[in-house]
């Protein structure tokens, strides 16, 4: 049976959280595959549990009730009728856990997703469920292909699977969230809800890029957030104290951000003028007014904010003005899939979570990134002066929640990329990367061959 590799739907439940771009196009991709049968895989974040105003913590009820609300919205309900009609097809769907839906580990919840499906319930209980912890190998005629989500690698975001178990509430022990899940709770979130600050979304997984964009473009709407919470923003960025301790610095929780301002380059001066403004004392929006010395460091933090994001969705900018992403990963990406390969015999790597698609078939091995179903963030060439760069963070300030009609240089944009897997008859797998529109249907970014394992 041939397998549809997709990852990073982050389907939500309609708020104004929500970052899902292809409502109509995923549906339309999944019932192109319908016949003949074909084995779904959505390679974790297929869902996001996120993208709400609830309290973070693994609890039965509260997870249902998101669930449902979830499964309700109106695309995330196209979606799993979608997948409905792959099943009853004869095909087969299996959602992975990634860092954004853990919650999907709880038996209650898997049952409101199986309700979604609209399908009678012999067909709905083929809809299956698997934990995250271990890569899964699928055996396609006699290649070993590798899919794991890929935040196994990324500390910030990495699942505790220890403390997850689906034997029942009564058997599981106490789960700890990603340092980079509460950061989205506790502060960028309220970012969106509170200060329209909808960009700061867009940049998954790299949360600690979007708190310091939120800081370049809304230093005050920071210090705001952070005055109502127990954590301290000066520590945070320059592992200072604002005031006097309650309790020792090392308690703090570390959301890794003072290492990003390290990279921004912040000269002295630049960064008393962030301490001041940040610092304790009465907020003012005017104060954060600044084209001087403030309005340097500002220009700092933002590009240090966006520099992985552009670094993962790197662009090619062609002759005639069209711009195209770059497929070739990055030296680390490429090292981590080698690793993968060697460790579990595979001669195929494919993950997700960067939201950045990618293909590279050398030497044996072929990798691939399933890249993401959300929207992006175009940004300008990551060395452009600062004039540009200037100009982008001004735009966003002025239109933080990306209003089409006001967008000019900060603009969104969409790229529905998957993997196709085909056993061939002489034995082995035919791999290939697809883009997918609508207007003009499946386009094949990258294709190889994969040999059966001798």
Request: with cysteine.
């Amino acid at each position: 049976m041939r397998a549809l590799i997709i990852s990073d739907l982050h389907l939500g439940n309609g708020g104004d959280y929500d970052v899902f771009a292809g409502e109509q196009e995923l549906p339309a991709l999944l019932d192109r595959f319908a016949s003949p049968p074909t084995r779904v895989v959505v390679n974790g974040d297929g869902l996001d549990f996120l993208m709400n105003e609830d309290e973070l913590a693994l609890d039965v009820p509260r997870a249902v009730a998101q669930a449902r609300s979830c499964a309700e919205s109106r695309a995330t309900k196209a979606v799993f009728t979608a997948f409905g009609r792959i099943l009853a097809a004869g095909g087969e769907v299996l959602i992975r856990l990634g860092n954004h839906d853990v919650e999907l580990a709880l038996p209650e919840v898997q049952e409101v997703f199986r309700s979604a499906l609209a399908q009678p319930s012999a067909v709905a209980a083929r809809l299956r469920f698997q934990l995250g912890e271990a890569p899964d190998i699928l055996d396609v005629g006699g290649a070993r292909i590798l899919l794991t989500h890929g935040e196994h690698n990324d500390p910030w975001n990495i699942v505790h699977y220890p403390g997850l178990s689906t034997a029942g509430a009564g058997e599981r022990p106490s789960f700890a969230y990603a340092p980079g899940s509460i950061l989205v709770k506790r502060y960028l979130n309220p970012l969106t809800r509170e200060f329209g600050l909808r960009f700061v979304s867009l940049l998954k997984p790299d949360f600690q890029g979007g708190a310091l964009t939120a800081l370049a473009v809304a230093p005050v709407a920071m210090k705001l957030l952070f005055q109502c919470s127990s954590a301290d923003l000066l520590w945070q960025l320059f592992r200072k104290m604002s005031g006097p301790a309650a309790f020792p610095a090392e308690e703090e929780e570390n959301f890794g951000l003072a290492d990003r301002v390290v990279e921004a380059g912040l000269t002295s001066e630049e960064q008393d003028a962030v301490e001041a403004l940040l610092g304790d004392g009465a907020v003012a929006f005017h104060d954060e007014e600044d084209d001087g010395v403030l309005g340097r460091a500002r220009l700092k933090l933002g590009r240090a904010g966006l520099k992985l994001y552009a670094k993962l969705q790197r662009k090619l900018t062609g002759t005639a003005g069209d711009t195209y992403f770059e497929l070739e990963p990055d030296e680390p990406e490429w090292n981590e899939a080698k690793r993968l390969a060697a460790k579990f015999g595979a001669s195929a790597v494919i993950l997700g979570h960067t939201h950045a698609a990618r293909w590279k078939h050398k030497e044996g091995l072929l990798f691939a990134n399933t890249g993401t179903w959300i929207w992006l963030m175009q940004l300008p060439p990551f060395d452009a002066g600062d004039d540009v760069w200037a100009e982008f963070l001004a735009e966003v300030k002025q239109n933080p929640r990306l209003s089409p009609e006001r967008q000019k240089l900060a603009r969104l944009v969409r790229r529905f990329t998957a993997v196709c897997i085909d056993e061939t008859p002489g034995g082995g797998a035919v791999v290939a990367l697809l883009e997918w529109d609508r207007a003009w249907g499946i386009r094949t970014l990258g294709e190889a061959r994969v040999p059966a394992t001798s």
